[in-house]
């Protein structure tokens, strides 16, 4: 007769680790076996592959496809272990382990885009990974980062103003003057390091200058223009796109001076 433990694992949370853990010492069993339905909401595959990752350190604790009736089998109810906020972005929940994987994961990036943002700002963020990508792969430059950086430099967007400024007074006080519309990408930076536990510098910061248009690396620059001139954008890019092309430098340089006179022209008819 095997112990058995069974739950949807979307994506396996510290806390079912713990739970999967407390098991085996609560059976007393020798090896403790895990399973996991099919059904959830992210891939079958992806998530077998967290569990197991997770599980990797417990040598007597292995994964099992199938439950038979001579098992002694323990379910966690869905929903009791913060599943729901790690596919929402707080992937500091999700288990040791499992946290640094999870942000690699186009289909777990999408997700949480779509949990976090308006339709409309969740095909803009794909539009955007996938535009900085192309423009990555043309300059030799890192692609997955730039990809990653797409999906999530709008990742606050949505968050209130009230909240952003928050943040802003406490991790960028000497930037919180700054209009409300560039708070979201200090505020992103913050979420991927704090919710997200992306450590990354040159994902966050090319995040981090996606509205000023500040940061000098390639990688900044990358981001800054595919944000302006993916092809979900409702006005004419193709001359952006041109200098693009041919220059990094120049196409920021191009985009900041347009979108300067733009504000200025805004701030007239105000
Ligand atoms: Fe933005
Ligand atoms: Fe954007």
């Not at 979201?184 to 990354?200: G, I, K, N, P, W």
Request: charged share 30%; proline share 3%.
């Amino acid at each position: 007769m095997r112990a058995v433990v069974s739950a949807s694992f979307d994506p396996i949370t510290q806390k079912e680790l713990e739970w999967i853990v407390s098991c085996r010492r609560m059976k007393g069993c020798q090896t403790l076996y895990v399973h996991m339905p099919e059904e959830g909401i992210l891939s079958y595959s992806l998530r077998r592959k967290l569990l197991k990752r997770a599980l990797a350190p417990y040598r007597h604790i292995h994964v099992t496809e199938k439950v038979s009736p001579e098992d002694t089998v323990m379910y966690l109810p869905d929903g009791s272990g913060d599943g729901e906020a790690v596919r929402s972005g707080i992937v500091r929940l999700a288990a040791r382990g499992t946290r640094n994987m999870l942000w690699h994961e186009t289909e777990f990036l999408e997700l949480c885009v779509q949990s976090r943002c308006t339709e409309q700002r969740a095909s803009h963020s794909v539009s955007v990974a996938k535009t900085a990508e192309y423009f990555a792969a043309r300059y030799g430059l890192d692609r997955e980062r730039m990809r990653i950086a797409g999906y999530l430099h709008d990742i606050t967007k949505k968050q209130s103003n009230e909240e952003n400024l928050r943040v802003m007074n406490f991790w960028y006080p000497e930037f919180a003057a700054e209009n409300y519309k560039v708070w979201h990408s200090f505020t992103a930076e913050v979420f991927l390091r704090q919710e997200m536990c992306c450590y990354d510098r040159i994902i966050r910061s090319a995040v981090r200058h996606h509205t000023l248009g500040d940061g000098m690396s390639d990688h900044d620059r990358i981001l800054y223009i595919a944000d302006k001139i993916e092809p979900t954008r409702p006005y004419p890019i193709d001359t952006e796109w041109k200098i693009a092309e041919r220059s990094l430098k120049e196409a920021a340089e191009f985009i900041f001076e347009e979108t300067r006179q733009f504000i200025d022209t805004e701030e007239k008819n105000v």
